[in-house]
């Protein structure tokens, strides 16, 4: 049974640290969503890659948030410095295909910023 | 872009089917009906979408109106695993991969 993992599953830091969360989706997919999701603001779209060059990252707090893809099995998005306002659930989704239908989630990082 | 109205929340007895309403009455002609779902601490998953027909496999059905305005996702058996934040997302275009998630339908079944 194929799926998206993320690791850390939690997270608890301190402002002004660096934070790094990781995705790994499932095999053969070549497009990687990252979204944020708050009780405030609800689930938001961050960035997204296809191939792993980045299609779209105009979601995502430029001055703080980056996003990559060292290879085709790995997704990192990473945070710093982080802030208290950063806290929130974090969650990776792949897909296949040119405008993918199916997104497919993963259990999300639950990162807490003191 | 278009967006999408749903109540709030709603009630099922399990067993019963669960209809799940959702307003679009300003979607395009090339835009889709997408159905997600959230089960508590969890990632959201995908239940189906369309265009325009009827659409059915093994979640759910999926009901549009004839003039696209409006839809109903209907979960025929419901089980208390069905209890979960119902999403209804209308893509801004086939040719992008954006799903833009609003408040949705969080549906309680009860035993």
């Known amino acids: 049974d194929a799926r998206v993992t993320q690791t850390p599953r939690h997270k608890v830091t301190e402002m002004g640290q660096e934070v790094t969360m990781r995705c790994q989706p499932i095999?053969?997919?070549?497009?990687v969503f990252w979204y944020r999701q708050t009780m405030m603001q609800g689930l938001e779209l961050l960035a997204y890659?296809?191939?792993?060059?980045?299609?779209?990252d105009s979601g995502m707090p430029k001055d703080r948030f980056s996003a990559e893809m060292p290879d085709a099995t790995l997704a990192t998005l990473k945070i710093q410095p982080s802030e208290p306002r950063d806290s929130a659930v974090y969650f990776c989704a792949s897909g296949f295909g040119q405008a993918t239908d199916t997104q497919y989630f993963g259990p999300g990082t639950r990162l807490t910023v003191l | 872009d278009a967006k999408t109205t749903q109540p709030t929340s709603m009630d099922c007895a399990e067993g019963r089917a669960a209809n799940l309403p959702c307003n679009h009455s300003t979607i395009s002609g090339n835009e889709y009906v997408y159905w997600y779902r959230q089960i508590h601490s969890q990632g959201p998953q995908y239940i189906i979408h369309g265009l325009k027909n009827n659409e059915t496999n093994e979640m759910a059905s999926l009901i549009i109106t004839e003039d696209r305005k409006s839809s109903t996702l209907i979960l025929p058996h419901a089980t208390l695993r069905d209890t979960a934040v119902y999403y209804c997302?209308?893509?801004?275009?086939?040719?992008?991969?954006?799903?833009?998630f609003g408040t949705g339908t969080r549906l309680q079944v009860f035993p």
């Open positions: 890659f296809r191939n792993r060059a980045p299609l779209d």
């Open positions: 095999l053969g997919h070549n497009t």
């Open positions: 997302i209308v893509r801004p275009s086939h040719n992008t991969d954006k799903l833009i």
